[in-house]
């Protein structure tokens, strides 16, 4: 793979650790639990979006853009971590905030990420559920080209194939950090949303030779639609660094059994999984992106579909700064 050659800045701390989780894996009876610390990005709270955006911004300085433009939910993460970029590398950011959730509380329309942006200085403008972002952020590009700058788009979650070389480089930097523990993992899990790092993850993996089951819990209904975006942005990602056909249909697998009523809405499950998550093993897990996807890792664990002999990595993508906007969601004993 030809990573080598593509631009990239340094926004993240790497590697980050890979550790056990021996208090939840007992818990549950096993099996053995591992997370991959990427909740430790170090950019502002940290989550995945900063290793896509090393390969994002890296093609926006490249292009000399001086402006970038990107989108998000209320408290998206991307948003957030794009903003905080945008200042390291002294460009301007757009950022445009769709209104997903039915009925935002207050903490959630100022708290958390939002709280972070407006600290960030990004400029924030707010839209309605089911905008057409792509014809918006081309608004915004043409104001932005018109007042003499250089905008840059940025897509929702860095999910394109520049993006998601940032998840190519972490499944190998992942396998190298278990090949010096003597560990072989016999799932991969993690959380899939824009697909982008579901899909560079299964690039990296399966490009490496690692042919393990990559599952990607959902995080809004519409299975079939995020398994179909996770296989073609993983197609095209596999193409842009080339090693086409990489992937095949089968070796990626979504589940949005455990989204509940919908984005962002809280279940039971997630409930206690951010709590077995927080007090059995001191980590923050968000009620959003990582406390879904635990609770059906969890789930995977009691049904006997993750077995209680084999090696599970848990990729943790981060969300802690979300958890503050959502505090009154969650019930806490
Ligand atoms: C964005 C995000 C995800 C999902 O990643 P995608 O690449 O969009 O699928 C998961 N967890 C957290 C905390 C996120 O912010």
């Known amino acids: 793979m030809q990573l080598k050659d593509c631009p990239r800045v340094s926004l993240a701390h790497l590697p980050t650790p890979l550790e056990a989780m021996p208090r939840l894996s007992e818990y549950l009876g096993g099996p053995q639990i591992f997370v991959k610390r990427d909740d430790c ?9 900063t290793r896509k955006l090393e390969f994002s911004m890296g093609e926006a300085i490249q292009r000399g853009a001086d402006t970038i433009i990107t989108v998000g939910a209320v408290q998206s ?12 590398l002294g460009l301007k950011c757009e950022v445009l905030l769709e209104h997903r959730v039915a ?3 207050d903490l959630y329309r100022s708290s958390g990420n939002v709280f972070l942006d407006r600290l960030f200085g990004a400029n924030l403008r707010e839209y309605e559920n089911g905008t057409d972002f792509d014809a918006e952020m081309e608004v915004i590009a043409e104001e932005v080209r018109s007042s003499g700058g250089k ?31 003597g560990i072989s993992f016999d799932h991969f899990v993690t959380t899939s949303g824009s697909a982008g790092t579901h899909a560079g993850l299964a690039v990296g993996l399966r490009g490496s030779g690692c042919d393990k089951p990559i599952l990607g819990f959902g995080v809004t209904a519409g299975q079939d639609i995020l398994e179909e975006r996770v296989y073609e942005l993983a197609c095209d990602t596999a193409e842009y660094v080339g090693e086409p056909g990489v992937v095949a249909r089968d070796d ?8 509940g009523p919908g984005y962002g809405e809280p279940t039971e499950a997630m409930n206690e999984a951010v709590l077995l998550g927080a007090r059995l093993e001191g980590l923050l897990f968000d009620p959003v992106y990582t406390g879904k996807a635990l609770a059906g890792t969890i789930d995977y664990i009691r049904e006997g579909r993750i077995a209680k002999d084999s090696k599970v990595v848990f990729l943790h ?3 802690a700064a979300g958890l503050f906007a959502y505090a009154d969601t969650l019930t806490l004993d």
């Open 103 to 105: 009925h935002p509380s």
């Open 317 to 319: 993508t981060g969300g």
């Open 41 to 49: 990005t170090g950019l502002a709270t940290g989550g995945n979006k």
């Open 77 to 88: 993460n991307h948003v957030r971590q794009t903003a905080a970029a945008a200042c390291k």
């Open 151 to 181: 905008p840059y788009i940025i897509p929702g979650g860095a999910s394109n194939p520049v993006g998601a070389l940032g998840y190519v480089s972490c499944a190998i930097e992942l396998l190298q950090q278990a090949e010096e523990k």
């Open 252 to 259: 990626i697998l979504v589940d949005c059994s455990y989204v």
